[in-house]
């Protein structure tokens, strides 16, 4: 059978894979349990659901270990003496109820104000803390099972209802996700299709975050339609286009990256109401492990009970010390999607991926764009090699940097325009330039205002981050957490699948995130992806390594399209050539990194690559060229 899978004697095995059944299967949901039956090829448990290596069963897995989020364990025992678990924590929180999945579904919520003697309740009284709850065994359909409820928790109620009422035949919520961005909306979503009561929460007004209301999905139409004008003012010609009165319509292009926008926020609003996912408008803030307090966009106040509360509350801009953000000359990203008019001369302070991705918008649009960057090379995570190739590119483009530099100051003047201040991050002389617009571009923090976290006994890290154990439990059970605000890249894509394991998890599952083969693209022109580890990384942990790279010079489709800017550089184990990384600049990085993530999620070679006919003329076929030149040598270079 290994004959059969293997083209070679000598070929890498650490890939192949069979059985390729799906994580789950669920079966019907009643309202007296939920079962899950999860398939299970290999003895590793839990670690790569409903996948394995056929080699592997025989051999033995060598496949890397994920590196687990850095958090507390959940209390060891209920009579602990320093446990964390607040006074109004309730352990009926630490198991689910799908005792009510029968109720019917809504679409909208719709709030219902008492008076103002029904302002706050009683507090809840002093209960123990909750063990860790065991992982069920392969073999094992979980089913959620109710704690009996302490004590303490029979007093009598107040005669009437203490606080708002949320007017839902869902009296209460299995599922509650604080936050609507991509790691919210899909937990939301997840948790629906797994027959889970499930509502959201989000304050904007729609739905899909910073992503996707003035992150990623603007951006990208703004870096899509500026790369069209510049090349129909600087490559038509070449091409045998030829084309006059060429002019920017800045309006018109901004408003079709305000319609690129509305048409998905409202698309997650139809796919709740497909699922059958509450959406409440509104932000929500921790009252106990069980009920949230909602502030509605509409000036209502409300209260919504839940078993589970996800915080999936996203980030935010990180400020620059001594610089006030006006949106106008000094902006943020959020600020640099809708100016009004193009710079003559703009700093973009940072030079990260936000940086050069809006560095390069306006760069195109006829702006001098100067980045200025504390570190000694840009695009921070970026390997060394592809760093110093991508900063090339885009000086050929017209970009400036001045790398190794620290901004003292940026203060605006009365003309309006910006003096900034500079000076060598090793001290030195100061440097003062005029500028139209400066762009902070230096990062951004996790978002956790008005959660209210003291009332469920959180406390965030010194970076602002909700720490969670590998499952996404924070300390509290019934409560847990993913995306910007915990631990990780913060990358809308890596949030969407932390929203699916949670869901899982909470559902009596077994989610799981590879956090190794999460993939990050810069949107420019050329695209720069990268996934796995850099070779600084590789070097650091002491493997032995092999690396190869192709040019896009010697594409064929590169040269066709005459575009070929850029390489792919791949990173394999020297005694095993499972690949480690993959580095890719040049035209559609963004789509051709996904080759590399599915080689590093399924552990494959850098030969079992090479081996796989690649459609010609493709940009793919340089990734297998530059796999050939890892394990061997590659044809066309």
């Not at 993939?519 to 070097?539: C, D, R």
């Not at 790279?549 to 575009?563: E, L, Q």
Request: proline share 8%.
């Amino acid at each position: 059978m290994a004959s059969s899978l293997c083209r070679t004697a000598g070929r890498s095995a650490t890939s192949l894979r069979s059985n390729a059944l799906p994580r789950y299967t669920y079966s019907p949901v009643t309202a007296a349990s939920l079962s899950l039956n999860r398939h299970y090829s290999s003895s590793s448990g839990p670690k790569k659901p409903g996948f394995t290596s056929f080699f592997s069963r025989i051999f033995g897995n060598n496949s890397d270990s994920d590196a687990p989020h850095p958090a507390p364990a959940p209390p060891a025992s209920p009579s602990a003496s320093n446990s964390p678990t607040p006074e109004s924590v309730n352990p009926t929180t630490a198991s689910l109820n799908f005792l009510k999945t029968n109720s019917p579904p809504i679409d909208t919520i719709s709030v219902q104000s008492k008076p103002d003697h029904a302002a706050s309740a009683p507090p809840s009284p002093p209960t123990p803390s909750i063990p860790k709850p065991a992982q069920p065994t392969p073999s094992t359909k979980p089913m959620a099972q109710p704690l009996p409820p302490p004590k303490s928790a029979t007093t009598t109620p107040p005669p009437s209802p203490p606080r708002i009422i949320v007017n839902s035949p869902h009296s209460e919520y299995d599922v509650v996700v604080v936050g609507g961005g991509p790691g919210g909306y899909v937990a939301a979503i997840k948790a629906s299709q797994l027959g889970l009561k499930t509502a959201c929460i989000e304050k904007r007004g729609a739905l899909g975050g910073t992503c996707l209301n003035v992150g990623c999905i603007p951006s990208k139409s703004l870096l899509h339609n500026s790369h069209l004008y510049h090349q129909a003012q600087h490559e038509f010609k070449k091409r045998g286009i030829d084309v006059s009165g060429i002019s920017l319509n800045l309006e018109t292009m901004l408003g079709q990256k305000e319609k690129s926008v509305t048409t998905l926020t409202r698309g997650i609003e139809g796919l709740f109401k497909k699922n059958k996912t509450d959406y409440i408008k509104g932000t929500g803030s921790f009252i106990g492990p069980n009920e949230l307090a909602v502030e509605g966009i509409d000036g209502t106040n409300s209260v919504v009970k839940t078993k589970n509360v996800v915080i999936a509350t996203g980030s935010e801009v990180t400020p620059f010390p001594g610089i006030q953000i006006d949106e106008e000359a000094i902006v943020s990203s959020t600020g640099a999607l809708s100016l009004k008019k193009v710079p003559e001369k703009m700093i973009v302070i940072g030079g990260g991926v936000i940086g050069l991705e809006l560095g390069s918008v306006w760069g195109r649009l006829g702006a001098e764009v100067t980045v200025v960057e504390f570190l000694p090379a840009i695009g921070a995570g970026m390997d060394a090699d592809l760093a110093k190739s991508f900063q090339k590119i885009l000086q050929k483009q017209g970009m400036k940097f001045k790398l190794g530099t620290k901004v003292i100051s940026a203060t605006r003047k009365a003309d309006g325009k910006v003096a900034v201040v500079t000076e060598s991050a090793s001290g030195g002389p100061q440097e003062t330039e005029i500028v139209d617009t400066v762009l902070v571009a230096i990062g951004r923090r996790p978002f956790t205002e008005k959660l209210n976290l003291s009332a469920v006994g959180i406390a965030t890290d010194p970076k602002g981050r909700v720490p969670v154990d590998e499952h996404f439990r924070t300390i509290t059970p019934g409560v847990w957490a993913i995306g910007d605000v915990i631990t990780g890249p913060m990358l809308a894509h890596k949030a969407e699948e932390e929203g699916i394991a949670v869901a899982e998890n909470i559902a009596g599952g077994h989610g799981h995130v590879n956090y190794n083969a999460i993939p990050s693209v810069i949107y420019t022109w050329p695209e720069v992806a990268w996934v796995g580890k850099t070779e600084a990384e590789v070097k650091a942990t002491g493997t032995e390594f092999r690396s190869g790279s192709f040019p896009f010079v010697a594409n064929s489709r590169a040269k066709t399209i005459d575009d070929f800017d850029g390489l792919i550089k791949i990173i394999a184990d020297a005694k095993t050539d499972r690949i480690l990384g993959a580095h890719i600049v040049g035209p559609n990085a963004g789509e051709l990194i996904a080759e590399a993530a599915l080689a590093i999620e399924y552990g494959a070679s850098s030969e079992d690559v090479a081996r796989t006919s690649h459609a010609h003329p493709t940009l793919s076929e340089a990734f297998k060229e530059a796999c050939m030149a890892t394990y061997g040598k590659a044809i066309h270079f």
